[in-house]
């Protein structure tokens, strides 16, 4: 079989004048841990799309909601991606904040966000264009805490996940924006 | 009968012709005409948006269904389930795709909710994909009179929204 280089430009760096790209993300993301997807399907020629996940039936509870509704700061504010010419990988971050305190909330949410190593977050862009719209963080190999800070002032903890992985966007899609917002719907389904 | 295999030879050749260019990265003019005319050709609508990069690409996809599609009504497919077209992902490690596709993926695929995917499902299996949910088999056992009072009151609630 001939060689072929991992990948070369096919398509125009131009923005799409009928379409213009809408900003920011959505109020609610999901979080949960790899282990617990059941199964998983990506598509055979491009697997930075996630055409379907399955969670098991039992536990019924394996997905976690983040609702950030407030406006200041905007929803998931200081969520990048950037390319780190070093380690070869996209560092990806996600930000968002938590209102919670007292210690079961600390046991619950806050200390197992450092703990763990395999949190995949789904976050919605204002964006309905279909493929892009979900986008999927910590697919490949798994978002952490790496920085939690709590502030009076602010009255929340702004919690920080990062992980790097080999490709820039993940999505989750099937079909079209429809249909893939039933999928993200029913996950929601899954939440404590 | 010579008409109908030169008809399944003609359409072979123009599925083959088609994958090709799906695979193709930079489309001709000449791909670009025959596409536009074999939509012409099977009735099927084509708008070149202007920006769009991929709108022969998803044509592409939209004959294939329609010839997939003609191929099933023709019985010329005896394959329990077809897959879409576009449909080709990797599930537990596997390639899958109508080439690939086995009858127990593909009721696999059916439990997970994957009934879109599918041009053509099992007979038996379509009659349980239509009632997959508890409270829609309840709607299916309701008696004719009791779905008429739902459409009812639903009328009458969007009334009083509307009054609001």
């Known amino acids: 079989m001939a060689f072929t280089p991992c990948s070369s430009l096919a398509g125009n760096i131009a923005s799409d004048c009928t379409k213009p790209r809408i900003k920011g993300y959505e109020s609610i993301g999901l979080i949960f841990r790899k282990k617990d997807v059941q199964s998983f399907i990506v598509d055979a020629t491009n697997s930075r799309i996630i055409k379907n996940l399955t969670f098991p039936a039992t536990p019924a509870k394996s997905v976690g909601i983040i609702y950030n509704p407030r406006q200041s700061p905007a929803h998931f504010n200081g969520t990048k991606t950037e390319f780190q010419l070093e380690s070869n990988q996209f560092k990806k971050t996600v930000q968002f904040y938590y209102e919670g305190i007292g210690g079961t909330n600390s046991y ?33 190999s798994g978002l952490t805490a790496t920085a939690q800070v709590y502030d009076e002032e602010t009255g929340y903890w702004l919690i920080t996940m990062e992980c790097e992985e080999p490709h820039s966007e993940l999505t989750l899609f099937d079909t079209n924006y429809t249909t893939t917002k039933a999928k993200f719907e029913a996950f929601k389904a899954l939440s404590y | 009968m010579l008409t109908l295999n030169l008809t399944t030879l003609k359409n072979l050749t123009m599925e083959t012709k088609l994958k090709e260019l799906f695979n193709k990265r930079n489309l001709t003019i000449e791909d670009k005409q025959f596409i536009k005319d074999l939509s012409t050709q099977l009735n099927v609508k084509f708008v070149e948006r202007e920006f769009c990069s991929d709108c022969y690409k998803d044509q592409i996809m939209v004959l294939l269904k329609v010839l997939t599609q003609q191929k099933i009504d023709n019985g010329e497919i005896t394959a329990d389930y077809v897959l879409r077209p576009d449909i080709d992902v990797i599930y537990n490690g596997l390639r899958i795709n109508n080439a690939t596709l086995t009858n127990e993926i593909a009721e696999e695929f059916l439990r997970m909710g994957l009934r879109h995917w599918f041009m053509k499902v099992k007979e038996s299996q379509n009659a349980v994909e239509q009632t997959p949910t508890k409270s829609k088999k309840t709607k299916v056992v309701a008696p004719e009179t009791s779905t008429e009072s739902e459409t009812e009151n639903k009328t009458e609630s969007e009334t009083a929204d509307n009054s609001n």
């Not at chain 1, 200390?111 to 490949?140: A, C, H, M, S």
């Open chain 1, 108 to 140: 619950n949410v806050v200390e197992p966000l450092k703990n763990i190593n395999d949190y995949v977050i789904i976050l919605e862009r204002k964006d309905k264009r279909g493929d892009g719209t979900y986008q999927v963080f910590g697919w490949e």
